[in-house]
């Protein structure tokens, strides 16, 4: 998964040290649970000096722990704590909780909220229905917005120029071998959201799932995040399941947009 961008280095405020750090946490990513130290400083980048002093110190915080028969590093769990407080003070997870658990309740399919960063969207809510693979269900999965509903739908909610942009600057690699990646092929689903105000995607992160996703805008206009309703193609044609959930996942983002006029 695209990672966030890299910040610049050369500004005096920048802490090097913390930053190394932070390497070695996100070493984690895409991994399996534990990690040894010569894997650990090869996915950061860090010498493998640099990379047992920094993983020593994450430990002894508690932000890794360590298998004591192998001495591999897997993260700790003191890191759910920062998960856990940003979830619980982010105004819009407050606002919108009650309206999607009723949504959850009057469409029967997963009902999701994520959260827009440029080019990946974060899920912060999971409402998870009666069949579901175990990743899809996690709080804090990234998925890339070039071909998710409800990325789709957040990029129109932007300028043309700025969504392309963002496009752009994706690595559009396919989840699936029904993703759409081809730069123009994408701008016409946003130009399509745009127009319809929702977007849909068809096996494109996930093979047998379809997806409906709608924009909530922040104060300024722009996209804060998205409401996602989600099911199994095994059992849904994409017209019916559109033409049966759009008026609730419509009516769910208009009261959350609300919010904020």
């Known amino acids: 998964m695209q990672s966030p961008a890299t910040p610049p280095r050369d500004n005096p405020l920048f802490v090097n040290a913390l930053a190394k750090g932070m390497e070695v946490l996100r070493a984690f990513t895409g991994a399996g649970r534990y990690l040894s130290l010569t894997e650990i400083a090869t996915r950061s980048g860090l010498d493998k000096s640099t990379a047992q002093r920094m993983s020593h110190t994450m430990h002894q915080l508690g932000y890794l722990e360590k298998c004591a028969d192998t001495r591999r590093y897997a993260l700790g769990r003191q890191l759910l704590d920062f998960s856990f407080q940003y979830v619980r003070t982010n105004p819009l997870v407050e606002v919108a909780t009650p309206h999607l658990i009723e949504l959850r309740r009057e469409c029967e399919e997963r009902v999701d909220l994520s959260l827009f960063d440029r080019t990946t969207l974060v899920y912060v809510i999971r409402l998870q229905s009666k069949r579901e693979k175990f990743y899809t269900t996690l709080v804090g999965r990234r998925m890339p917005v070039f071909c ?110 609300q919010r904020v006029q």
């Open 148 to 257: 998710s509903a409800g990325g789709r739908a957040m990029l129109a909610k932007l300028p043309e120029e700025e969504a392309l942009q963002i496009v752009l600057a994706s690595t559009r690699t396919p989840l699936t071998p029904h993703s759409i990646t081809d730069v123009d092929a994408i701008m016409a689903k946003i130009a399509a959201a745009r127009k319809d105000g929702y977007a849909m995607a068809v096996q494109e992160s996930i093979v047998g799932e379809l997806t409906l996703g709608a924009a909530v805008l922040d104060e300024d206009g722009r996209p804060a995040g998205a409401v996602h309703i989600a099911a199994s193609l095994h059992e849904w044609e994409p017209e019916k399941f559109a033409a049966r959930m759009l008026p609730g996942l419509l009516k769910t983002v208009h009261v959350l947009n």
